[in-house]
């Protein structure tokens, strides 16, 4: 099992910027990829971001590349997502998830373990 827990949500204003931790324990050697995805009020969860453990090759959803930066640390198994340029159609809670395997990053049904999430509100 792998346990995920996000921090570093927040309410911040319009341009304004935020980082999200997701903090991994457990069988983390398990895991290939991390996943970043958001959920809106009344909206499907979408992917946002993804990162490879081994080589750091990342993938972004095209309504936040420029803006959006994730990363890893292998050493505290820790992944992050830096935000910038913050809009008001970023305000969702965000979840980190995590897949043992190789997959399609943007499919959420492929991800096995799921954070509970942190909510980012952005004021206009």
């Known amino acids: 099992q792998v346990q995920l827990v996000e921090s570093g949500g927040g309410l911040v204003q319009t341009g304004g910027s935020l980082r999200l931790s997701c903090a991994a324990s457990?069988?983390?050697?398990?895991?290939?990829?991390m996943g970043w995805f958001r959920q809106a009020p009344g909206k499907e969860r979408e992917f946002v971001a993804a990162?490879?453990?081994?080589?750091?090759?990342?993938s972004y959803a095209d309504s936040v590349k420029g803006r959006f930066t994730v990363s890893r640390d292998n050493a505290k198994n820790t992944v992050y997502l830096q935000m910038i340029s913050l809009k008001p159609e970023d305000t969702a809670v965000y979840y980190c998830?995590?897949?043992?395997?190789?997959?399609?990053?943007?499919?959420?049904?492929?991800?096995?373990?799921w954070g509970q999430g942190t909510q980012v509100t952005v004021s206009s």
């Open positions: 457990g069988r983390t050697s398990s895991t290939r990829v």
């Open positions: 990162v490879w453990w081994s080589i750091g090759t990342t």
């Open positions: 998830a995590a897949a043992r395997n190789r997959i399609p990053v943007g499919v959420k049904s492929e991800y096995d373990y």
